[in-house]
């Protein structure tokens, strides 16, 4: 136990350093690299599952865990296999919330690095008879408690002082979590209880708030009143709060496809163009749908639309099979329209 004080007062620095010294064999350096960067998927899956642990504890259902881009998600046939990528995170556990009012969101907010904590201090004693990988092991470790536990972006600890802020917080965060569950599950955006769409006023505007607005957009989208999707996202692009990062990508793609498939003219359209054709962290699918459309219609390019699409189709389907629907028929229209104009 005394390595792991070390390593907070520094000592467990010069502990590094002094076996460094000792000229260590390759061999050394690859396990102290392995043990390090081994930290991260272990520590992730620890992460995860407290998450999962303390929610269950506190009525909390699970719905989906994801690891990387694997994702084990809950839907009416049974448990799947799928992938979904989401920026800047390496894992998620999204668990449907208790019907309760105060919500129970601290322990299940808390419960990834609770674990993490704990663990930390397990794999320490368990590797202290090899002194230098417990502090490499301690040191990776709480780095990534320090990243999920300085509030920032999406992370625990900002969930946490959001939804600990005032109690419309709270609502929003039981209306983003019950939404993706009903959704992974298998429910289509117009299958949602009207609850949902309904906006909650709150003093300050958070991506609690934005996850609302586009659950709103996207209902649009699945009606097909893409011109009604594209005002409520034009309306919070042209807001001067902003949003966090992966959200404001997010508002430029959608907002971007909406304009291109419901007034092609509109003046918005090369500046959103522009941005986001140079987006390298775009949802793929959406990147390409993007890419035929505005080939299309812009361009009036249908080999160039063609060959988008038809990358598209070869991608795995969305976990969400709301999502997937809406994709396709964006496929099919524009398709047919293309189809329509060259047999003309």
Not at 16 to 42: D, E, H
Not at 94 to 123: Q, W
Request: aromatic fraction near 10%.
């Amino acid at each position: 136990m005394k390595e792991l004080i070390d390593t907070a007062t520094g000592s467990g620095i010069n502990t590094i350093m002094a076996a460094m010294t000792g000229r260590p064999s390759w061999a050394t350096y690859a396990l102290l690299f392995i043990v390090f960067v081994g930290t991260i998927p272990i520590q992730i899956v620890v992460h995860e599952a407290g998450h999962v642990i303390f929610g269950w504890l506190t009525g909390y259902r699970l719905v989906s865990i994801r690891l990387g881009s694997l994702v084990y998600f809950k839907t009416d046939a049974g448990w799947r296999f799928g992938r979904q990528k989401i920026a800047g995170t390496g894992g998620q556990a999204l668990m449907r919330p208790p019907d309760k009012s105060p919500l129970p969101y601290r322990l299940y907010l808390c419960g990834g690095l609770l674990s993490n904590g704990v663990f930390t201090i397990i794999g320490g004693i368990a590797l202290s008879p090899w002194r230098v990988m417990a502090i490499w092991w301690v040191l990776a470790s709480v780095a990534l408690i320090l990243m999920n536990g300085i509030p920032a972006g999406f992370n625990d600890a900002q969930a946490l002082r959001i939804v600990h802020r005032e109690p419309g917080n709270q609502q929003l965060l039981a209306i983003q979590l019950t939404a993706n569950a009903l959704l992974m599950a298998g429910y289509r955006y117009a299958d949602l209880p009207k609850t949902l769409y309904r906006p909650v006023r709150t003093k300050q505007r958070t991506y609690f708030n934005d996850f609302q607005l586009f659950l709103e957009a996207a209902y649009d989208q699945e009606m097909g009143n893409y011109a009604q999707a594209a005002e409520i996202l034009q309306t919070a692009f042209e807001d001067d709060q902003e949003m966090v990062p992966i959200y404001a990508a997010e508002l430029k793609q959608q907002l971007l496809l909406m304009l291109l498939l419901s007034d092609p003219q509109n003046s918005l359209i090369p500046e959103l163009w522009a941005d986001v054709s140079q987006q390298a962290g775009a949802h793929q699918r959406q990147r390409l749908i993007i890419q035929a459309v505005y080939a299309w219609y812009i361009n009036h390019d249908g080999d160039q639309a063609k060959e988008a699409l038809a990358k598209a189709q070869k991608l795995p389907a969305e976990p969400i099979r709301a999502d997937q629907e809406i994709f396709t028929r964006f496929n099919e229209q524009l398709t047919a329209d293309i189809n329509k104009e060259t047999t003309a």
